[in-house]
DNA sequence: GTTAGCGACCCAAACGTTCGGGTAACGTTC
DNA sequence: GAACGTTACCCGAACGTTTGGGTCGCTAAC
C-alpha cells in the first residue's frame, strides 16, 4: 500500500469526481500556465486544482516515470558518507536537487573498485537519470566505460580525466599553503598527501611543493608520504615522518582529518602543534577551529561544490554542453601553523588563539 | 531514457525473441523456483535465463512499482548527514537495506520540525513503502501523526513515545560515566546535556546523574547546561561552566563532538584536560581516539544500529509485531579522564597516552 | 453561407510489469 | 474409456500517468 494508507487517490478519481477526462485533469495539474491553459477552462483548472488539493491527491511517480521514461532520480556514489567532507558534499547536492525536484540516492562505495562497479550497477537499475560521482579515480578507467554506456554524469570534489567535474581549486589551496608556510620561515617542510588515486591530494600537494620549487627549495621524496584520508592515516604518517631523524618544522596534511591525526602523533613525541611545528590540514571542516589547537587550513566550498555539481547535471540531462569548474580556495590561518609567533613556549599553558581568519603577519 | 543507454531490453523482447509469453517470462526470472517451476520446464527456464543475461535485461522499477504497489524504497531522515553519528548510522541502514534488496532516501532535516514535515511529505511522495527517522523529537507529537496516517517507520538513535525504536542503551551509557568518574574521585561534575527535545541527550544525562545519586551526590541544576549536538555548542557549554567561580572537576559531554568544544574551551582558558578537568564524550566517533588528547567516551553502536533499524523495519513490512530494541554501550577509558593519574603535570609534555580500552585502576 | 480558427475538452494508446485465471496435451488410475 | 492430475504454457486485465491526436460547438471572416 506503499506507504499511504488510505489516500490512494488517482487522476482518474479527480476526473471521475468532476466528470472530466483524465487527461484532462492530467493537464490542468501539470502542464505549466500555457499548457493547463490550453487543456482547460481557467474555471475547470481552478475546479481541479482545488478537488486535487481537498483530497489530498499526490501524482504516481512510478507511473509517471514508466510513462515518461525519466524518473528524477540521481544517483550519488561516495567512498562514504561517515567523512564529512562527503557529507557536506552530498548535503549540498541533496539541496540543490530538492530544488530541481530531483531525488537522489546515495551510495558509499569505499573507494573500492569493485564496490564502485557494484554500486553503479544497482544506481542505474534503478533507472536514475544521472549519476554524481564523488569518488572519481584519477584515472578514469571505470568512469570512461560509465560514461561511453551513455549515462549522463558529473563528478564532483574529484576530478578525473577531461570529465565533467566541480572540484576545489586543489591545486592554488596547495600553493597558499605552501606560501603561508614559507612565510613563516620554514624550509623543511613535509607532506602528508593521501591516496594517490584521488586528484584531491596530487593536485593539493602539486601546488604545495610547486609553491617551494618557486622559492627555490625542492621537498624531497621522503618527506611525502602517502596516507587515508582519515585520522588513523594521518597519525600512521606522521609517525613516518618523525621517526627520520630530524623531523620537518612543519606538516601539512592534505585533509583536516589526517591533520588531526598528525597533531595526535605529535602529542604521543612531546612535541606542540603550532609552536614546535606546524601543522596545516585541508578543507576546514567544522572542527578544525574548535580544536584544542585550533588548526590552520584551507577552507574548500564543500556545500557549493555539491550544489554545482546538480547544477552542472541538470544541465547535461536538458543536453547541453558543459565545463567542469573549479571553486576558489581561501587560506584560513590558525594557531597550528602560528603558534610559534603568540609568545607561547614549548611549556604551553594560557596561551592566545586566533581562531578564525587570521592572515599572516606581513 | 533513463541513463542507460541502449539497454532498454524488456520482457516483452525477451518473450518475443524466445516465442513465449511475457507472463513466462516473469515468473521464470522472479518467481522464486517453486514459481518459475510451475510456470515453464526447467528447459525453458535455462533458455529465458541464458537470453535475459545475455542481453541484459534489468527489470524496470517503476513498471514493476506500478503493478504491485510497492517500491522497496525506504525513506530516511536525519537531523544531518555532516553529524558522523547519523552519517554512520545511515551506513548502516544502506548496508541492511541492500541486503534486502532494498533502496533508501536519505534527507536532512537539520532538527527543524517544519523541515520534518517537508521533508517526510517528499518522501512519502516517492512512495516508499516505509520510513526511518533518526531525527525523532522524544515528545512524538509529529511523529504520532505519522503513525496515524499508516506509514510504516521505526526510529533509530532516538526514542519517543512508544513508537519502535533502535537506540543505544543510553541510560546505561550515562551511568558506566558517571561509575568511571566516580570511581576516579570527581565530586563536582557537570554535563554538558545536549538538545532537550532528543532522547539521547536526556537519557545519557540521567544515566550519569542517577550513578551519582546512588552515590549519595546530587549534581546541582547549574551544573548541567543544555547545548547542540556539536563542537561549537559545546565550546559554549563549556564556557558558560567555566564562567562559574569554581570550575567542576569534570565534565560529561553526551556527544563526542560537543566534548571536542569542551576541549577547545579548557584550552583556551590555559587548562589541560585529562590533567585539569576530566572530559568524557559519548559515542567513540572514530575521531575520540585520534584526538591530541584522546577522548574518553561509550562506545555506542552506530552502524549496528542502522542494520537493526532495517531489519525492524523489514519486520514491520511483513506485518510482523516488533519491539524496541536498545544495544549496549561500552565504557572506553582514554586520556581525557585519567591523566592527571599518569603523572603528567599540568606543564604536560611528553606523557604517557592510553588509547584504547583501558580499563579504570582498581 | 461556407469555412477557418479556436476554445475546451475527450479518446486511446502506450510505458513494462504482475498475477489470477485459463487451456491443451499428455499421462494415470480405476 | 471416463475422470482426473499434471505439466507447460498463454491470455489479458490491471497499475496511474502522459501525450499525440481527435471532435464538437461557437464566433468571425470572406
Redesign the interface.
Known amino acids: ?7 490512494a487517490v488517482t487522476l482518474r478519481m479527480l476526473a471521475d469526481q468532476l466528470g472530466l477526462h483524465v487527461s484532462t485533469v492530467s493537464r490542468a495539474l501539470h502542464g505549466t500556465s500555457d499548457e493547463s491553459g490550453r487543456a482547460a477552462s481557467p474555471a475547470t483548472v481552478e475546479r481541479i486544482r482545488r478537488l486535487a488539493t481537498e483530497l489530498d491527491y ?6 509517471a ?2 510513462r515518461t ?3 528524477n532520480l540521481i544517483g550519488v556514489l561516495v567512498p ?3 567523512d ?1 567532507v562527503l ?2 558534499i ?2 549540498g547536492i ?1 539541496e540543490a536537487a ?1 530544488e530541481h525536484d530531483l ?6 562505495t569505499r573507494d573500492l573498485p569493485e564496490i564502485q562497479r557494484i554500486r553503479t550497477d ?1 544506481v ?8 554524481i560521482f564523488g569518488d572519481a579515480y584519477v584515472d578514469a578507467r571505470f568512469l570512461g566505460e560509465v560514461a561511453a ?4 554524469f558529473v563528478l564532483v570534489n574529484r576530478r578525473a580525466g577531461d570529465l565533467p567535474s566541480v572540484t576545489c581549486n586543489d591545486h592554488l589551496g596547495g600553493r597558499l599553503l605552501g606560501e603561508h608556510l614559507l612565510e613563516l620561515g620554514h624550509r623543511d617542510v613535509a607532506v602528508v598527501a593521501g591516496e594517490p588515486y584521488a586528484s584531491t591530494g596530487i593536485d593539493r600537494t602539486e601546488g604545495f611543493v610547486s609553491a617551494y620549487a618557486e622559492a627555490g627549495i625542492e621537498i624531497p621524496p621522503r618527506r611525502i608520504v602517502r596516507s587515508p584520508f ?3 592515516g ?2 600512521a604518517a606522521a609517525e613516518q615522518l618523525l621517526a627520520d631523524g630530524r623531523p620537518p618544522s612543519a606538516i601539512f596534511a592534505v585533509n583536516d ?1 589526517a591533520a ?2 598528525v ?2 602523533a ?5 612535541l ?2 603550532g609552536t614546535d611545528i606546524a601543522v596545516a590540514g585541508f578543507n576546514d571542516t ?2 578544525a ?6 588548526l590552520t587550513t584551507v577552507r574548500s566550498p564543500m556545500h557549493e561544490m555539491g550544489r554545482r555539481g546538480i547544477e552542472l547535471l541538470v544541465r547535461l540531462l536538458r543536453g547541453e554542453q558543459v565545463e567542469s569548474e573549479q571553486l576558489r580556495p581561501e587560506l584560513v590561518v590558525r594557531v597550528s601553523t602560528t603558534g610559534a609567533l603568540l609568545g607561547g613556549g ?6 592566545g ?1 586566533a581562531r578564525t581568519h587570521l592572515h599572516p603577519p606581513a
Not at 554506456?149 to 549522463?152: A, D, K, L, Y
Not at 577551529?289 to 585550533?294: G, K, N, Q, S, T
Request: aromatic share 4%.
Open positions: 500500500m506503499c506507504a499511504n494508507g488510505t489516500s499526490r501524482p504516481n511517480p512510478h507511473a516515470s514508466l521514461r525519466r524518473s562514504r558518507l561517515s564529512i557529507a557536506m552530498y548535503e541533496e530538492a531525488s537522489t540516492f546515495v551510495a558509499n544497482m542505474l537499475a534503478r533507472r536514475v537519470d544521472g549519476m554506456r551513455g549515462v549522463p582519515d585520522a588513523t594521518g597519525r582529518f588531526i591525526g597533531l595526535g605529535l602529542r604521543d613525541h612531546g606542540h602543534a567544522p572542527l577551529a574548535e580544536l584544542p589547537v585550533p614549548s611549556s604551553g599553558s594560557k596561551q588563539v
